[in-house]
Protein backbone atom coordinates (compact mmCIF):
# COMPACT_ATOMS: atom_id res chain seq x y z
CA UNK A 1 0.00 0.00 0.00
CA UNK A 2 1.04 3.61 -0.72
CA UNK A 3 1.99 5.82 2.26
CA UNK A 4 0.66 9.41 1.78
CA UNK A 5 2.56 12.81 3.61
CA UNK A 6 0.83 16.08 3.47
CA UNK A 7 2.41 19.18 4.10
CA UNK A 8 1.80 22.76 3.02
CA UNK A 9 -1.24 23.72 5.23
CA UNK A 10 -1.72 26.98 7.59
CA UNK A 11 -3.49 30.03 7.91
CA UNK A 12 -4.04 32.81 5.37
CA UNK A 13 -6.31 35.63 5.06
CA UNK A 14 -9.36 35.25 2.73
CA UNK A 15 -8.42 36.03 -0.91
CA UNK A 16 -4.74 34.51 -0.45
CA UNK A 17 -3.46 31.63 -1.82
CA UNK A 18 -1.79 27.87 -0.51
CA UNK A 19 0.09 25.23 -2.21
CA UNK A 20 -0.24 21.86 -0.48
CA UNK A 21 1.72 18.98 -1.54
CA UNK A 22 1.83 15.46 -1.06
CA UNK A 23 4.33 13.09 -0.85
CA UNK A 24 3.64 9.12 -1.55
CA UNK A 25 6.15 6.20 -1.35
CA UNK A 26 5.78 2.52 -0.54
CA UNK A 27 4.80 1.56 -4.37
CA UNK A 28 5.15 2.74 -7.42
CA UNK A 29 3.29 5.98 -7.57
CA UNK A 30 2.87 6.21 -11.42
CA UNK A 31 -0.27 4.56 -12.43
CA UNK A 32 -2.21 5.77 -9.04
CA UNK A 33 -4.96 8.07 -9.41
CA UNK A 34 -4.85 10.72 -6.95
CA UNK A 35 -7.10 13.06 -5.34
CA UNK A 36 -7.94 15.67 -2.45
CA UNK A 37 -10.57 15.67 -0.13
CA UNK A 38 -11.22 17.77 2.77
CA UNK A 39 -13.28 17.59 6.28
CA UNK A 40 -14.22 20.73 8.23
CA UNK A 41 -15.48 20.81 11.63
CA UNK A 42 -19.12 18.94 12.43
CA UNK A 43 -19.00 18.42 8.37
CA UNK A 44 -18.33 15.10 6.42
CA UNK A 45 -15.22 14.27 4.54
CA UNK A 46 -15.94 16.16 0.87
CA UNK A 47 -14.42 15.60 -2.31
CA UNK A 48 -11.98 18.74 -3.45
CA UNK A 49 -10.26 16.97 -7.02
CA UNK A 50 -8.42 14.04 -8.78
CA UNK A 51 -5.70 13.73 -11.02
CA UNK A 52 -5.13 10.55 -13.65
CA UNK A 53 -2.24 8.88 -13.32
CA UNK A 54 -0.93 10.31 -16.49
CA UNK A 55 -1.90 14.11 -15.05
CA UNK A 56 -3.98 14.44 -18.66
CA UNK A 57 -7.36 14.15 -16.93
CA UNK A 58 -8.97 16.17 -13.88
CA UNK A 59 -11.61 16.41 -12.16
CA UNK A 60 -12.93 19.27 -9.48
CA UNK A 61 -15.80 19.92 -7.38
CA UNK A 62 -17.98 22.22 -7.98
CA UNK A 63 -17.05 24.60 -5.07
CA UNK A 64 -13.30 24.80 -6.06
CA UNK A 65 -13.42 24.89 -10.04
CA UNK A 66 -11.44 27.59 -11.49
CA UNK A 67 -10.06 28.46 -8.15
CA UNK A 68 -7.78 25.24 -7.57
CA UNK A 69 -5.77 23.71 -9.91
CA UNK A 70 -4.51 19.72 -8.98
CA UNK A 71 -1.12 18.54 -10.29
CA UNK A 72 1.69 16.00 -10.20
CA UNK A 73 5.05 14.98 -10.91
CA UNK A 74 5.88 11.20 -11.37
CA UNK A 75 9.01 11.85 -11.12
CA UNK A 76 8.72 13.10 -7.69
CA UNK A 77 6.21 11.04 -6.39
CA UNK A 78 4.49 14.06 -5.72
CA UNK A 79 1.06 15.46 -6.08
CA UNK A 80 -0.01 19.20 -5.38
CA UNK A 81 -3.03 21.15 -5.11
CA UNK A 82 -2.52 24.76 -5.81
CA UNK A 83 -5.31 27.26 -3.69
CA UNK A 84 -6.31 30.21 -5.24
CA UNK A 85 -8.58 32.95 -4.20
CA UNK A 86 -9.21 31.15 -0.68
CA UNK A 87 -12.52 31.76 1.18
CA UNK A 88 -13.29 30.95 4.66
CA UNK A 89 -15.76 27.87 4.11
CA UNK A 90 -12.26 26.23 2.58
CA UNK A 91 -11.40 25.67 6.06
CA UNK A 92 -10.74 22.03 6.70
CA UNK A 93 -8.41 19.31 7.47
CA UNK A 94 -7.27 18.21 3.46
CA UNK A 95 -6.27 14.92 2.96
CA UNK A 96 -4.51 13.16 0.04
CA UNK A 97 -5.98 10.12 -1.38
CA UNK A 98 -4.67 7.40 -3.71
CA UNK A 99 -6.85 4.51 -5.98
CA UNK A 100 -4.62 2.19 -8.53
CA UNK A 101 -5.80 2.61 -12.46
CA UNK A 102 -8.93 4.27 -11.16
CA UNK A 103 -11.11 7.28 -12.80
CA UNK A 104 -11.61 11.09 -11.53
CA UNK A 105 -14.52 10.02 -9.94
CA UNK A 106 -14.58 10.29 -5.96
CA UNK A 107 -15.14 6.66 -5.02
CA UNK A 108 -13.03 3.76 -4.18
CA UNK A 109 -9.81 5.77 -2.89
CA UNK A 110 -8.20 3.39 -1.03
CA UNK A 111 -5.24 4.83 0.73
CA UNK A 112 -5.38 8.25 2.73
CA UNK A 113 -2.71 10.76 4.36
CA UNK A 114 -3.17 12.01 7.51
CA UNK A 115 -4.12 15.00 6.24
CA UNK A 116 -3.13 19.28 6.88
CA UNK A 117 -4.93 21.53 8.15
CA UNK A 118 -6.10 24.58 6.23
CA UNK A 119 -7.78 27.96 7.90
CA UNK A 120 -8.88 30.93 6.30
CA UNK A 121 -9.84 33.95 8.04
CA UNK A 122 -12.24 36.67 6.77
Same mark, same amino acid.
Given at each position: ???????? &???? $? =?? @??? +???? %? #???? /??????? &???? $? =?? @??? +???? %? #???? /????????????????????? %?????Y??????????????????????????????S???????????
Amino acid at each position: QVQLVESG &GGLV $Q =AG @GSL +RLSC %A #ASGR /TFDTDTM &GWFR $Q =AP @GKE +REFV %A #AISW /TGGSTNYADSVKGRFTMSRDN %AKNTVYLQMNSLKPEDTAVYYCAAKRYGNTRPSNFSSWGQGTQVTVSS
